[in-house]
């Protein structure tokens, strides 16, 4: 049966060319990527991106169109879950609602006949922190719990690779993250493959080594949380991943490493290094944590790019304050400023100067749509509908 | 005086509010209750008549006639009853079994897989709950006489599990529609196979369903009369049938000590399962 990592050697996961179409539809458009054994990977998307589609095809409980999946050098692409060296723990966690939560977790050892199950579980158990309740019924415990008895099931079974299809999702936000910090020292104590299934960018970020942005059965851009940040390559990164102020220029000028563009009468510059190309109508992006707002017109320096306009909102939200700031050419920026001053904050109506370092700005593709990836509200809407569903 | 009661009614609820909020809390329980009643009047009734005295001639009376345990003490006095009694829970147990396999079997198909012809399959299972007795009946006994199959217990169960078919697909297909088809995917997930899934998740989270089809479909068959009369043939006689003939010379009381006797072994049996689901739980 599976080849389970007793020998405690875990294996990558390959995809190569994975496809899948329903009737017409293609869910996964020909994503290939390795895993590296033992890290912590996650799949990042809207939902309806393919994202959970992938990671059910990894588990064997649906059929590629095409492509292959391997673990380690062995093909699974065919086999049935059941002889699989990978578990998952399912969004609602699918707890089988008749058995203990000792059976629940004891159940995977059964079926493949070990030895020790009663250690092992009541091991698991104190790992989960549940030993308490293992003669208790799944309905009997709370979300939390719930969650962890997923975990404890799974993870019992030393899978190569363990598959996490938004297993946050249920839970309240202060769980949630509360979770995210257990699940992560897990993953370090096992040192199993985590692959994380999420439509939460933030929970993406905080948990995995690296994240993958899927779009319409594609993976956009794919690295370390804080380089697809920091750089992203697409319209969709920038704005599904955090904030972004994307604004259409186009380039005039090269000046050593870095490329001088107009937009709308104002010349910046960004280093060519950063920009995805180096010629015609490009977008320029700058995160809005990166704005420095002040009153008045700025001070332009060697080192740094400045719009001026009117500010239109200001949320005060504790640890910092969002500024909504009307350009002269009627866009909207987001620009967010630490409260480190207190007092005479900046109101609506003022005029003020964004500025911003050369450095932190980035260049996406001219032909993109500027509010590709933006959450907007109907979105969110219909999200939460077909989730609670 | 007076003053004393407008100021005492100036603290309370207007009285229209008083009244309804009583109704509320009163009336509908009250209404409640006369609909149990009128459920349960019919069954005290048989079990009162279960004590009644024969007459003089030694038939059974539908009026009173004096209270005995005689009925109770001496149920098989005439053996034909007991005979019918035996005959229909021979049948009963037979057409249950059959008629919950195949019905538990076109509820899986049903649910589980999506093939042509699936949504007429989905509605002809109606029919037969659809159509009246009497026709099914009737056209199922021409149907045995012109393939010539000779009518005696082979007919009923013929008809029997063909009627309790349809209420087992229903009743299971219910269970089923609410099994989330997740769990036996985490099954699989756990390494259990096709087999193995079925046996330790599918199957105890289904059989609480298949267990009351079950129940549905004996009572069902032990009851039937109608379809029974016309398929039955001269050989046999179930016990509605025997009702049914008794009744011109007077019911003897034993039917009702057999129509107890079913009422509380149903009742045992209702309570039985949710003390052993009780003792589950914990």
Same mark, same amino acid.
């Given at each position: 049966?599976?080849?389970?990592?007793?020998?405690? *050697?875990?294996?990558?996961?390959?995809?190569?060319?994975?496809? *899948?179409?329903?009737?017409?539809?293609?869910?996964?458009?020909?994503?290939?990527?390795?895993?590296?054994?033992?890290?912590?990977?996650?799949?990042?998307?809207?939902?309806?991106?393919?994202?959970?589609?992938?990671?059910?095809?990894?588990?064997?409980?649906?059929?590629?169109?095409?492509?292959?999946?391997?673990?380690?050098?062995?093909?699974?692409?065919?086999?049935?879950?059941? /002889?699989?060296?990978?578990?998952?723990?399912?969004?609602?966690?699918?707890?089988?609602?008749?058995?203990?939560?000792?059976?629940?977790?004891?159940?995977?050892?059964?079926?493949?006949?070990?030895?020790?199950?009663?250690?092992?579980?009541?091991?698991?158990?104190?790992?989960?922190?549940?030993?308490?309740?293992?003669?208790?019924?799944?309905?009997?415990?709370?979300?939390?719990?719930?969650?962890?008895?997923?975990?404890?099931?799974?993870?019992?079974?030393?899978?190569?690779?363990?598959?996490?299809?938004?297993?946050?999702?249920?839970?309240?936000?202060?769980?949630?993250?509360?979770?995210?910090?257990?699940?992560?020292?897990?993953?370090?104590?096992?040192?199993?493959?985590?692959?994380?299934?999420?439509?939460?960018?933030?929970?993406?970020?905080?948990?995995?080594?690296?994240?993958?942005?899927?779009?319409?059965?594609?993976?956009?851009?794919?690295?370390?949380?804080?380089?697809?940040?920091?750089?992203?390559?697409?319209?969709?990164?920038?704005?599904?991943?955090?904030?972004?102020?994307?604004?259409?220029?186009?380039?005039?000028?090269?000046?050593?490493? /870095?490329?001088?563009?107009?937009?709308?009468?104002?010349?910046?510059?960004?280093?060519?290094?950063?920009?995805?190309?180096?010629?015609?109508?490009?977008?320029?992006?700058?995160?809005?944590?990166?704005?420095?707002?002040?009153?008045?017109?700025?001070?332009?320096?060697?080192?740094?790019?400045?719009?001026?306009?009117?500010?239109?909102?200001?949320?005060?939200?504790?640890?910092?304050?969002?500024?909504?700031?009307?350009?002269?050419?009627?866009?909207?920026?987001?620009?967010?400023?630490?409260?480190?001053?207190?007092?005479?904050?900046?109101?609506?109506?003022?005029?003020?100067?964004?500025?911003?370092?050369?450095?932190?700005?980035?260049?996406?593709?001219?032909?993109?749509?500027?509010?590709?990836?933006?959450?907007?509200?109907?979105?969110?809407?219909?999200?939460?509908?077909?989730?609670?569903? | 005086?007076?003053?004393?009661?407008?100021?005492?009614?100036?603290?309370?609820?207007?009285?229209?509010?008083?009244?309804?909020?009583?109704?509320?809390?009163?009336?509908?329980?009250?209404?409640?209750?006369?609909?149990?009643?009128?459920?349960?009047?019919?069954?005290?009734?048989?079990?009162?008549?279960?004590?009644?005295?024969?007459?003089?001639?030694?038939?059974?009376?539908?009026?009173?006639?004096?209270?005995?345990?005689?009925?109770?003490?001496?149920?098989?006095?005439?053996?034909?009853?007991?005979?019918?009694?035996?005959?229909?829970?021979?049948?009963?147990?037979?057409?249950?079994?059959?008629?919950?396999?195949?019905?538990?079997?076109?509820?899986?198909?049903?649910?589980?897989?999506?093939?042509?012809?699936?949504?007429?399959?989905?509605?002809?299972?109606?029919?037969?709950?659809?159509?009246?007795?009497?026709?099914?009946?009737?056209?199922?006994?021409?149907?045995?006489?012109?393939?010539?199959?000779?009518?005696?217990?082979?007919?009923?169960?013929?008809?029997?599990?063909?009627?309790?078919?349809?209420?087992?697909?229903?009743?299971?297909?219910?269970?089923?529609?609410?099994?989330?088809?997740?769990?036996?995917?985490?099954?699989?997930?756990?390494?259990?196979?096709?087999?193995?899934?079925?046996?330790?998740?599918?199957?105890?989270?289904?059989?609480?369903?298949?267990?009351?089809?079950?129940?549905?479909?004996?009572?069902?068959?032990?009851?039937?009369?109608?379809?029974?009369?016309?398929?039955?043939?001269?050989?046999?006689?179930?016990?509605?049938?025997?009702?049914?003939?008794?009744?011109?010379?007077?019911?003897?009381?034993?039917?009702?000590?057999?129509?107890?006797?079913?009422?509380?072994?149903?009742?045992?049996?209702?309570?039985?399962?949710?003390?052993?689901?009780?003792?589950?739980?914990?």
């Amino acid at each position: 049966m599976a080849s389970s990592s007793s020998s405690g *050697k875990v294996e990558d996961l390959r995809l190569v060319n994975l496809v *899948k179409d329903y009737s017409g539809v293609r869910a996964v458009d020909d994503i290939s990527l390795t895993i590296p054994a033992g890290s912590f990977f996650a799949l990042l998307g809207p939902s309806g991106c393919g994202k959970t589609t992938t990671l059910r095809i990894v588990a064997g409980l649906e059929d590629p169109t095409s492509g292959r999946v391997f673990i380690g050098e062995q093909d699974v692409t065919i086999k049935p879950p059941y /002889q699989r060296p990978v578990n998952t723990v399912f969004q609602n966690y699918a707890l089988f609602p008749h058995l203990t939560i000792h059976d629940n977790v004891a159940f995977g050892l059964k079926r493949r006949g070990e030895k020790d199950i009663e250690t092992k579980v009541s091991d698991m158990l104190d790992l989960v922190e549940l030993s308490d309740l293992a003669r208790r019924k799944p309905a009997q415990l709370s979300g939390g719990q719930q969650q962890r008895v997923a975990v404890a099931r799974a993870l019992i079974n030393q899978p190569d690779v363990l598959l996490l299809d938004e297993p946050l999702g249920a839970l309240d936000l202060k769980l949630r993250r509360q979770m995210q910090i257990e699940l992560k020292r897990i993953q370090v104590d096992v040192g199993t493959t985590f692959v994380h299934v999420t439509h939460d960018q933030e929970e993406a970020m905080t948990m995995a080594d690296t994240v993958a942005v899927m779009n319409s059965g594609r993976i956009e851009q794919m690295g370390a949380p804080e380089e697809i940040y920091e750089l992203p390559k697409t319209a969709f990164v920038a704005n599904f991943l955090g904030q972004a102020n994307l604004m259409e220029a186009e380039v005039v000028d090269r000046d050593g490493g /870095q490329l001088v563009v107009q937009a709308y009468g104002n010349k910046w510059a960004i280093p060519t290094a950063r920009a995805v190309q180096n010629e015609g109508q490009i977008i320029v992006g700058i995160r809005p944590e990166k704005l420095r707002i002040a009153l008045g017109a700025s001070a332009d320096t060697e080192a740094t790019n400045s719009i001026v306009g009117t500010v239109t909102d200001a949320s005060f939200v504790g640890v910092s304050t969002q500024y909504l700031v009307r350009t002269p050419w009627g866009q909207e920026l987001i620009a967010f400023e630490q409260n480190l001053a207190g007092g005479d904050r900046i109101r609506v109506g003022d005029e003020v100067s964004l500025t911003w370092e050369k450095s932190h700005s980035f260049g996406l593709a001219g032909h993109e749509n500027v509010d590709a990836g933006v959450m907007d509200l109907s979105g969110a809407i219909a999200e939460a509908v077909t989730e609670s569903s | 005086m007076a003053i004393a009661t407008e100021k005492a009614t100036d603290a309370r609820l207007p009285l229209h509010y008083r009244f309804t909020r009583y109704l509320r809390s009163h009336f509908i329980p009250a209404i409640g209750i006369l609909g149990l009643i009128y459920l349960f009047v019919p069954i005290a009734v048989v079990f009162a008549f279960s004590f009644n005295d024969r007459l003089p001639n030694g038939r059974g009376s539908v009026s009173w006639v004096g209270f005995s345990t005689d009925a109770w003490t001496n149920i098989c006095v005439d053996p034909n009853i007991c005979r019918a009694v035996g005959t229909s829970l021979q049948i009963g147990v037979l057409s249950t079994i059959a008629g919950t396999v195949l019905g538990t079997m076109i509820a899986f198909a049903l649910v589980r897989h999506r093939f042509r012809g699936r949504q007429s399959t989905n509605l002809t299972i109606f029919l037969p709950m659809a159509t009246p007795e009497v026709v099914l009946g009737s056209s199922l006994l021409a149907l045995f006489l012109s393939t010539r199959i000779p009518l005696g217990i082979v007919t009923v169960l013929i008809a029997h599990v063909m009627f309790t078919i349809s209420f087992v697909v229903v009743t299971v297909k219910a269970r089923l529609a609410g099994l989330d088809p997740r769990l036996e995917q985490a099954a699989m997930d756990l390494y259990a196979d096709e087999k193995q899934t079925f046996r330790y998740i599918t199957l105890p989270l289904v059989a609480p369903g298949i267990a009351a089809a079950a129940l549905l479909a004996f009572s069902l068959s032990f009851d039937d009369f109608i379809i029974t009369y016309f398929n039955k043939g001269p050989s046999i006689t179930t016990f509605p049938v025997y009702v049914w003939a008794s009744a011109a010379r007077g019911v003897p009381p034993q039917v009702n000590v057999i129509g107890s006797l079913m009422f509380f072994g149903a009742l045992a049996l209702v309570l039985l399962a949710q003390l052993a689901g009780k003792v589950k739980r914990r």
